[in-house]
């Protein structure tokens, strides 16, 4: 009897090199996958339930503290949402600022998953400490990358982790044209780095799997999107993000704390770096389009083993991008346009490095929120990582249970899951019965 034929079970209690707490269980019968789930057990955060209550200019502070990762793109996405209820439209400096700093979460979150998270599966290495006994230079380059990448979150956003600096209708003081250009060099060299890098993971072994995804990403008239923009899918959806709960659907699975999203009569989607590469490759940088040409990976790419190179252009972009802000830059007379609140409800939505990060809140005449639902990009990938695994598992069925748990823990990987993120609420049900 072949190794495909038995009934097998992979079971991983604690998956490493992922943010947050979260488990794996699969079951195999005669080669093929019986039950898969991804478990989330990270208690509930109930931030939802803190925002209520508070008032409307406390949202991005409170929501900064749901990721030490990406803590930019939950300010973000509850910046829109305050400002679009009362209509506010920032633009000019500000507004690149707010992209600038969004760019520096990218760098950062990006080049951690790709040389510390994610690389060692593809070496064969336990951890980036072990890689980095045989590939020094690597760890070290990816260091001082994702260095350039705080540091910007620093100057403008007022610290690295759970910045302080962002507001709704700008920030609380903005940085000088001199700080800025203090950071030119380094994101010059940072540029060809992230060039290095992506080649680098270019090279690696990918196993041949490809499917038929949804993806869903926001699309902007002239950039690749950040903050700002409509929801797009590769399925004809091209809605405005009020629109999100009319198209998109969340439910609460018995084995996870984070809820399962779906597409409305349709099913799974995918968000995230391939999503966003896949539907806006178009308003990638010339460099980072002839950097994919040159490394042959284009649109469409449905392989998701090969997220990990596509993160290796959007680091390029943010970079590229960082550098036109800087250049352009001009200080704005005031860091912030002071706004009234009046009773409404809005919707936020950002491009996280994970996905795109959706919030909704509901405020009062004196600003006091009363409503808030956030949808955070590992939740919406949950049930997608979930039919990976089931579709994966059978072409790999006659691997060694260690080989083949090795191969799983990565297809989860793919998706840089940030599961203390995505487990944001939860429904009690009890039956005393």
Known sequence: MSNAKKSRTIKVDYMARVEGEG??????RDGKVSDVKLKIFEPPRFFEAFLRGRKWTEAPDITARICGICPIAYQSSSISAMESIVGAKIDGPIRELRRLVYCGEWIESHVLHMAMLHAPDFLGYEDAIQMAKDHPDVVKNALRLKKIGNELMTVVGGREIHPINLRVGGFYRTPTKKQ???????????????????????TFEFPDFERDYEFVAMRHPGEYPLWEGRLVSNRGLDIPIEDF????????????????SFVKLRGAYHVGPLARFNLNFDRLTPRCRELAQEIGVTPPCTNPFKSIVVRGFETLYACEESLRIIESYEEPEKPFIELAPRAGRGHGCSEAPRGICYHTYAIDDNGVITDARIAPPTAQNQRTMEEDLAAFVPRHADLPDDKLTWRCEQAVRNYDPCISCSCHFLRLHVDRD
């Not at 709960?245 to 984070?258: D, G, I, L, N, R």
Request: with cysteine; hydrophobic share 50%; net charge negative.
């Open 23 to 28: 488990a794996l269980f699969l079951k195999i």
């Open 180 to 202: 800025l250009l203090a950071m030119r060099d380094d994101l010059l060299w940072a540029c060809d780095a992230s060039v290095a890098l992506t080649k680098l993971v270019s």
């Open 245 to 260: 709960f009319k198209h998109f659907e969340e439910e609460h699975v018995k084995h996870s704390t984070s809820l399962h």
